[in-house]
């Protein structure tokens, strides 16, 4: 299986809204509403932020929001702040009953 | 709350098995409601998804993994395990456990362990 394609990096100014795509195929992506988002800071575990395609886990700020559109998931973050600096992978479900994940994306805020 | 915890070897010789184990606090490895899982990390990359349990003992593994992955799971020690023969240096990496809080088509992963490195080396 193939990982999931994201951008090498993001970045944007405090208070301004960024989008990361992840890319997939209609075997995963494409093919179910089961795609997960990650946040995770340098030397820690990633922490779940989407599940589901746009659903939050409790806890989790408003300002993260999940889409989708055919094989492509988006991660929108809104009001950018200096702690959503860090690294933001997606994973999918897929069609063999596994699970891929996207290559991450590091954000920084300038 | 439920909590994770990887133990095992840090350092492991090439060619050697990999032995890992996860133990859960907190809650119940035979909830039908979750499955559990192996995720990986290589220092300085991305996540790899190793493989996944249910508490019957059914299993999903990654296919690039397959041939050398067994992962299990007892119910009565609330733990499950991984272990991966004939290790390379490739096999090098920060090695996390994982609740899947999904009783079917498990996919997303929550709360995972603080996650344990594991060295392949002579």
């Known amino acids: 299986q193939s990982a999931l394609t994201q951008p090498a990096s993001v970045s944007g100014s405090p208070g301004q809204s960024i989008t990361i795509s992840c890319t997939g195929t209609?075997?995963?992506?494409?093919?179910?509403?089961?795609v997960s988002w990650y946040q995770q800071h340098p030397g820690k575990a990633p922490k779940v932020i989407i599940y589901?395609?746009?659903s939050r886990p409790s806890g989790v700020s408003h300002r993260f929001s999940g889409s989708k559109s055919g094989n492509t998931a988006f991660l929108t973050i809104s009001g950018l702040q200096s702690e959503d600096e860090a690294d933001y992978y997606c994973?999918?479900?897929?069609?063999?009953?596994?699970?891929?994940f996207g290559g991450g994306t590091k954000v920084t805020v300038l | 709350q439920l909590q994770l915890q990887e133990s095992g070897p840090g350092l492991v010789k090439p060619s050697e098995t990999l032995s890992l184990i996860c133990s859960v606090s907190?809650?119940?490895?035979?909830?039908?409601?979750?499955?559990w899982a192996w995720i990986r990390q290589p220092p300085g990359k991305g996540l790899e998804w190793i493989g996944t349990?249910?508490?019957?003992?059914?299993?999903y593994y990654n296919p690039s993994l397959k041939s050398r992955l067994t992962i299990s799971i007892d119910t009565c020690k609330s733990e499950f395990s991984l272990k991966l023969t004939s290790v390379t240096a490739a096999d090098t990496a920060v090695y996390y456990c994982?609740?899947?809080?999904?009783?079917?088509?498990?996919?997303?992963?929550?709360?995972w362990g603080q996650g344990t490195l594991v060295t392949v080396s002579s």
């Open positions: 994982a609740r899947i809080p999904s009783g079917f088509d498990p996919n997303w992963f929550d709360p």
């Open positions: 349990i249910y508490y019957s003992g059914y299993t």
């Open positions: 209609n075997s995963d992506v494409g093919a179910y509403n089961y």
């Open positions: 907190g809650g119940s490895v035979s909830s039908t409601n979750n499955y």
């Open positions: 589901d395609v746009r």
């Open positions: 994973s999918s479900y897929t069609s063999s009953s596994t699970v891929v």
